[in-house]
């Protein structure tokens, strides 16, 4: 985020829009090749046989998952038109009921029916495990979408800010979210030690929350990075704290199944957050669509109450 702020966004605000795209393409390719140069041990038999059923259960988890986001999806793409035909305030109001409802039905329902058809008996088992995935879900679907469609929001709420105008401005609100996520990224993980990963996690969710306010409220710039430096404090301790309370609610002999599995919580974010709240910020504007993922953040603290310490799941 740092860096991209004085590279990238100066190509694009430039209009040197192909050298910017081969400049990305270029970190894919060195980041790849130095992970190609980590030295491993490779096992010379497999630890235990190939369990096909597992596979198929993923395959199906995965087919699911995105069959709830694309219905979800469609859904509230059809009825944004109808309803931006309402008059008055009424019109963005029952906009914004909508996705929430769509995001919060595609969080919860997604993330229940994947997650008990992957682990069947053992999830209700561990309902703590589902919970916490239904928290990393909600939290990263605001954090991840923020940084997408923030162009789009600075546009609409700076006229004087169009097309490339808003690329300096949009990378450098990047660049202080990225900053703060540094800043906070190991005393994070020395609080969470301290006073417990579900209380970090909630002052996380409620400190995103009250940032994303500040975002769209600001009416300078200035005011709105004060917005991201809250939001990027918020999301540096998240990042701590919520792999460390997965990793303690978790099987340590299955670890690296349970917590791949949570991998969907990552991949899905953006598909809820982009499928269904992209046509709600094209209909409605960014500053809906803004607040929708606002209470994104705030649901991911109601979400803790369901998890609960390890001795009792």
Do not use: C, H
Request: hydrophobic content about 60%.
């Amino acid at each position: 985020m740092i860096v991209v702020a004085f590279t990238i966004s100066k190509m694009v605000s430039a209009g040197n829009l192909w050298m910017a795209i081969l400049a990305m393409i270029a970190v894919f390719v060195v980041a790849t090749v130095l992970t190609m140069m980590v030295k491993e041990t490779p096992l010379k038999l497999p630890a235990k046989p190939m369990d096909w059923t597992s596979i198929l259960r993923l395959v199906l988890m995965t087919a699911l998952f995105t069959l709830v986001i694309f219905l979800i999806g469609t859904g509230v793409k059809k009825l944004v038109p109808y309803l931006l035909t309402l008059k008055g305030s009424m019109s963005l109001v029952l906009i914004g009921v909508v996705g929430v409802a769509g995001m919060l039905l595609a969080v919860g329902l997604g993330v229940i029916a994947s997650v008990r058809i992957s682990l069947g008996k053992e999830a209700g088992e561990r309902p703590s495990f589902t919970w916490w995935v239904i928290n990393r879900l909600a939290f990263l679907v605001g954090a991840n979408n923020l940084a997408s469609f923030v162009l789009y929001f600075i546009q609409e709420r700076f006229p004087d800010l169009q097309g490339s105008a808003a690329a300096q401005p949009a990378s450098l609100l990047m660049m202080v979210v990225g900053i703060a996520i540094l800043v906070i990224s190991i005393p994070s993980g020395w609080l969470t030690d301290k006073f417990g990963a579900k209380l970090v996690l909630l002052v996380s969710g409620l400190l995103a929350t009250v940032g994303t306010i500040v975002v769209i409220m600001s009416r300078t710039m200035p005011v709105m990075f004060a917005g991201g430096v809250l939001i990027g404090l918020a999301t540096g301790a998240f990042f701590s704290s919520n792999w460390a309370l997965g990793t303690s609610i978790v099987p340590k002999e299955e670890a690296g199944r349970w917590l791949g599995i949570s991998n969907l919580a990552g991949a899905g974010a953006g598909a809820v957050g982009a499928f269904i709240g992209g046509p709600i910020g094209d209909g409605a504007g960014y500053v809906l669509l803004m607040g929708l993922y606002g209470f994104l953040f705030l649901f991911s603290t109601l979400a803790l109450m369901k998890i609960q310490p390890v001795a009792s799941v």
